[in-house]
């Protein structure tokens, strides 16, 4: 079966009860018992809900995993696989890193005792120099946020297997559509399902895919227990976002394509973050494990001028500015005061992460109204 027709019906059964051929948002807290522990799969919706299953039960398709969790956000979704670890363990990160997972590193689970090394996963000899003992998880993003760096994940996977540690990608900016990491040797897929896969701006969510049964018996139990989970409202509007998703990757990939371009030739600009680049770095291995470079593109106006910078991102109409990313419309962020600010400006800086670089979310609409509002907004710089 091909992709596309597998998002349509992912996780879709028809109704039992009435044959609705959409999976009902089951909005109950609990669920009647004949009589104690002879119930119909369900007891109370913390631990599980007929919507959230079939939810799960399509992401785990989106990645081609044998297991899927939904969680009430991305952030929850990392902090539920952190939980997989205690106080002394060490984690290899990034340093091209999402700021909200900056933050629950740094100054939630650091100051806990966990160790982090932030270091450029794009080189197997960064992992080599800060591995020891003590270190039990691989932590990357590929692209990066908002960087766009590319890690090799089969690279990476086979590292970690034969150090005998586990390798978690936050597969985000790609989406399922675009990258499969578990099928690359990764152990953890992470998802923060706002973006992609529900595609709609319109909930907060977050996803874990994985094949291994005892991590997730220990994830599903972090889930029943911590609670993080998402309402069955929200599970419905990813179920009806997922169906769309091939559809809106497609065009996703060639907004982005075009838009990139555009800026690449642009005399107002001095540097474009895009991976679908020949010349981009890490091109080949991006092209090896990528369908499609996606719609996250980062880049810096020749103009150093802090003013210039944030005219511009106030001057778009139709790239809105705002957080977040992988909505069917244009988004316009300024990572260093809204995205990365919980990150130290020494430590940005020291990462390549500069005060004037612009990130965009490029959407499904027509490409020449994308270029058009980006040249109205130069006109005002």
Known sequence: ??????YVHAGMEPDTATGAIMTPIYQTSTFVQASPGNNLGYEYARSKNPTRTSLETALAVLEQAQYALAFSSGVAATDAILKLFIPGDEIITCNDLYGGSYRLFDKILAPQGYIFNYVDTTKIESLEQNYNAKTKLVWIE???NPLMQISDIQAIANWCKHKNILLAVDNTFASPYCQNPLLLGAHIV??????????HSDVIQGAVMLNDKNLYDKLYFTQKSCGAVPGPLDCFLVLRGIKTLALRMEAHNKNGQVVAHYLKNNPNVKQVYWCGFTDHPQYPIAQKQMLGFGGMISFELKSERIEDVLKFVSSTKLFSLAESLGGVESLINHPATMTHASIPKEIRLK??????????SVGIEDADDLIADLEMAFSCC
């Open 1 to 6: 079966m091909k992709t596309a027709t597998k």
């Open 142 to 144: 590929t692209p990066t």
């Open 190 to 199: 992470m998802h923060s399902v706002t973006k992609y896969i529900a595609g």
């Open 351 to 360: 990462n390549g992460l500069s005060d004037g670089l612009i990130r965009l």
